[in-house]
Each structure stands twice: as structure tokens, then as C-alpha cells.
């Protein structure tokens, strides 16, 4: 970690994500929304810049970007696109590209991705394709994407048939992380957000785990840093997912993307699903790598601290939550690759589930 305060006031903090062909820094501040500009000063080549945001995140943030990116010699132009999910499809894309013509953007050009996991997959993706592919910047401001989504690379949208299926690997030029933007996010969003945090702890950091605070809202840069930290060494040794070492990443997500999809997206958060997967996961870990129960309540009262759920909701049926797991991609070739933990901080891709384990773990997760 470097430390940097020749434009803040306050620390920042850099992190890189050493990819072999497309190393990048991770800055993170509070405050460092205002000096985005003079901080790509020296990486920009055209001085247009698309500022990519939605209906919820402009009226917040978006005049101190454009600010900052106009003081810096820019001239950004400023695309709204409506808040949530149903934003993150090839339409979305399509209108995003259309703006940019219209702004007469080119190749050498650039976008700014300002807003949640939403906006950097959508925006991120609209960059991967715009003239083939223009540089952009991830100016992440929910816990999601600051501790998940704009680390990585992985942009794209939504199918009918299905989420995150058309897209592509286009790594940020960039990634600002200013944690007090977190302040202005729902109760319920920001909880959701430390899911991923306590699965980053599970599987890589247990001492993370004594440091969340369900009260803090200020002061979130440390944390911050040591999720980024933890996905971008995780991405950096296996950027393509081809080693497995991204597949731990995984972690709780299997049974969680069942819960997800049968709840029908929106009912459940993202977040909240994997609480319920994390929670099926610890089980099979103790059944099959022998994971002590003492880790299992550590990452459970984590999850209760911040009121994350742990039971599946009533009414969803464990047969059809089951069906949806075989059809998950990460059921590929038939085998039930698991990512399990012998210990916090020491996961395994296990084979050795069997699906009637499956069936009775989701039975014991079950709403009385
Ligand atoms: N690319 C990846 O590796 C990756 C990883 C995880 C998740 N994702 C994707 O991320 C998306 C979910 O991201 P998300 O949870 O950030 O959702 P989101 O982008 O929809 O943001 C959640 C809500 O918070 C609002 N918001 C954002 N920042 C705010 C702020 N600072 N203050 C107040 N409101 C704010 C948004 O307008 C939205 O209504 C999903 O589409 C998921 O597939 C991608
Ligand atoms: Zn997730």
C-alpha cells in the first residue's frame, strides 16, 4: 500500500492490481470524487470524457465529477441512465453508445463509470464495444462495487434469458473508491454490500471479521482497501477465471444464486441471497472439510450484525430452489464443484458434494 496526499487532504490509499498486460491502481479517499480530473491528467489522450451515471447517483454526485474533470482540461458529457437493474441491458448500451455519437466522441475518447455495480457493468461494457473499445475510468460508490464489481474486469449486461450473459473482459484504466459516498446509501444497500465483505473475510482475511462495525458509516477507507486488496490479488493471479483461484470468489454463491432466482430478482438483494448461500456453505464445509463451528459463528454473527437473513424466506419451495441450482453455470459438466473452507481463510474446490447433501442443507435452511 502506498500512501498518496499530494491532492487530498486527506489519505489516500493505492492499491495495484498487477495484470500482466493491464496493470491498474485502485485509489481510495474520502473526498477523492473532487480531484478524479487532475488525477487522469496524465493518463487521458482525447479531452472528451463520457460521464456515465444513473437517476439516483446524479443529483449526488455527478456535478462534483464534472467539476473536477472540466477544471482538469476536460470536456466531459454528462449520461443519465434510470437507476436498478433493468438498466443493465443491450439497450442500455445501445443509449449510451447513441449519446456518445452524438457528443461526437471517438476512439479517442474515454468514459467514466460513476455510480453502483450496475452502472460499472453497463458503462463498462458500453466501453468495451465503443469503437471497439475506448478506455475507462470506475468511479464506484456502493459497497458492492467498491469491495467487488469495479475490481476485475468483468463488464456486461443482462439477456432475457438470464443475468450477467452477454459481456465482456475490460479491465478500468482506473478505479476511484471514495468510501463517503457510502454514507448516502439505503440501510438495507449498504448491508447487502457486506455480504461480499464477509465472504471476502471468510475465504482470505478472517481478522476482518472482528473489525466491521454495523454502526460505522465513516471512516470505511481501511476496510475498503483490504477488500480491494483481497479481489485484486485474486484477480491478478487468474484475471480469465482459468486457474480456479477466481472461482473462489464463489464462495457462498452457489445455493445463493438459486435463492436469488427463485425469490425472483428485487425480492431478495444480491447481498441478501448470499447471506443464506454463506450460511449453506459454512454447513457443508462442516459436514465435508470438517470446519470448526467456532469459524462458522464467526462469520455468522458477522452476517446477523448487520441484518443479513440466514433462513430461506417462506413460500420458496426447496425442490425448485434445487432445480435451480443444477442449471447454474457453475454446475458445468455435471460435477457439483462446491467452493468450501477447511478453516476461515482456507478454501477448497470441493467435488465431494453429493446432491442429496444439497437437498438437505436446503431443508435445514428452511423458514419453519
Ligand atoms: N462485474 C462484477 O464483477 C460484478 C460483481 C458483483 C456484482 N456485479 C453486478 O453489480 C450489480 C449490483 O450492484 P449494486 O448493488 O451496486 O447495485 P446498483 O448499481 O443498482 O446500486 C444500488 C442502488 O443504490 C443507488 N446508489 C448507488 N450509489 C449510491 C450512493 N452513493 N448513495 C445513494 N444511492 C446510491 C443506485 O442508484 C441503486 O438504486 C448487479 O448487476 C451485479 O450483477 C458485478
Ligand atoms: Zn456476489
Not at 461494457?125 to 462495487?145: D, E, K, L, M
Not at 457486506?194 to 460505522?216: G, T, W
Not at 462458522?296 to 417462506?314: E, G, K, S
Request: hydrophobic fraction near 45%; aromatic fraction near 6%; charged fraction near 20%.
Amino acid at each position: 500500500l502506498v500512501n498518496d496526499d499530494r491532492h487530498d487532504p486527506a489519505e489516500v490509499i493505492e492499491i495495484s492490481v498487477g495484470l500482466e498486460n493491464s496493470p491498474y491502481s485502485v485509489w481510495i479517499g474520502d473526498g477523492i470524487l473532487d480531484s478524479i480530473g487532475e488525477r487522469l491528467g496524465a493518463w487521458r489522450r482525447g479531452k472528451k470524457v463520457a460521464l456515465v451515471t444513473d437517476a439516483n447517483v446524479a443529483p449526488l454526485y455527478a456535478d462534483r465529477v464534472l467539476s473536477s474533470l472540466t477544471a482538469a482540461g476536460f470536456s466531459p458529457c454528462l449520461i443519465v441512465v434510470p437507476a436498478g437493474e433493468s438498466s443493465k441491458c443491450l439497450a442500455g448500451v445501445e443509449m449510451i453508445c447513441d449519446a456518445m455519437i452524438s457528443a461526437g466522441l471517438d476512439r479517442s475518447s474515454s468514459l467514466v463509470a460513476l455510480g453502483g455495480g450496475v452502472i460499472g457493468d453497463l458503462a463498462g461494457f458500453a466501453a468495451a464495444v465503443y469503437y471497439r473499445g475506448i478506455p475507462y475510468v470506475q468511479v464506484p460508490t456502493t459497497v458492492v462495487a467498491q469491495v467487488d464489481s469495479a475490481v476485475g474486469g468483468k463488464t456486461g449486461v443482462n439477456a432475457t434469458g438470464g443475468k450477467n450473459l452477454i459481456g465482456a473482459f475490460h479491465q478500468p484504466a482506473m478505479v476511484f473508491c471514495d468510501p463517503f459516498t457510502l454514507s448516502t446509501l439505503p440501510t438495507r444497500e449498504f448491508n447487502e454490500g457486506i455480504a461480499e465483505v464477509i465472504k471476502h473475510a471468510a475465504i482470505r482475511m478472517p481478522s476482518l471479521l472482528d473489525e466491521l462495525d454495523p454502526n460505522q458509516r465513516t471512516g470505511l477507507a481501511p476496510m475498503i482497501a483490504k477488500n480491494v486488496s483481497i479481489k485484486a490479488e485474486i484477480v491478478a493471479a487468474d484475471e480469465f477465471e482459468t486457474i480456479g483461484l477466481r472461482a473462489m470468489l464463489n464462495f457462498g454463491h452457489t445455493l445463493g444464486h438459486a435463492i436469488e432466482n427463485v425469490a425472483g430478482y428485487g425480492t431478495l438483494l444480491h447481498g441478501e441471497a448470499i447471506s443464506i448461500g454463506l450460511h449453506a456453505a459454512l454447513k457443508l464445509s462442516a459436514q465435508f472439510e470438517g470446519m470448526p463451528d467456532a469459524d462458522a459463528n464467526r462469520v455468522l454473527d458477522a452476517l446477523r450484525a448487520f441484518h443479513l437473513p440466514l433462513q430461506i424466506p417462506a413460500g420458496l419451495q426447496s425442490a425448485r430452489i434445487f432445480d435451480a441450482m443444477m442449471k447454474d453455470k457453475k454446475f458445468a459438466s455435471g460435477s457439483m464443484r462446491f467452493v468450501l473452507l477447511r478453516a476461515l481463510g482456507k478454501p477448497v474446490i470441493s467435488s465431494d458434494v453429493t446432491p442429496d447433501a444439497v437437498r438437505d442443507v436446503i431443508a435445514s435452511l428452511q423458514t419453519a
